[in-house]
């Protein structure tokens, strides 16, 4: 078993930055590969970035691509996502993931996960 917590979220205005945290624990000696997803109220939860184990592979939707940077620090168990130049369409409750396939981030497959994070909200305002 995979535990992971996210921490980060908030209220920010409309071009601001924030930086997510996702920390692991539990199995973690497994190799997983890493993401975060958000979901908007009454939309379907969407890939937002994923990053392989080792890091040498990353994915951005269209969305946020040039906007946001995801990384992980193997040695701490922990993946961030950086978000800049937020906008209001941003607003979610971000999620983090983990699954052992790449493919099933590559396809933004959400039933491919095999662990989930509780959720950050970050609002941002207009």
């Known amino acids: 078993q995979v535990q992971l917590v996210e921490s980060g979220g908030g209220l920010v205005q409309a071009g601001g930055s924030l930086r997510l945290s996702c920390a692991a624990s539990?199995?973690?000696?497994?190799?997983?590969?890493m993401g975060w997803f958000r979901q908007a109220p009454g939309k379907e939860r969407e890939l937002v970035a994923a990053?392989?184990?080792?890091?040498?592979?990353?994915y951005y939707a269209d969305s946020v691509k040039g906007r946001s940077t995801i990384s992980r620090d193997n040695a701490k168990n922990t993946v961030y996502l950086q978000m800049n130049s937020l906008k209001p369409e941003d607003t979610a409750v971000y999620y983090c993931?983990?699954?052992?396939?790449?493919?099933?981030?590559?396809?933004?497959?959400?039933?491919?996960?095999?662990?989930w994070g509780k959720g950050t909200l970050v609002t941002v305002s207009s």
């Open positions: 990053i392989s184990w080792s890091g040498g592979s990353t």
């Open positions: 993931a983990a699954a052992r396939g790449w493919g099933f981030f590559k396809s933004a497959n959400v039933a491919g996960m095999d662990y």
């Open positions: 539990g199995r973690t000696s497994s190799v997983y590969h």
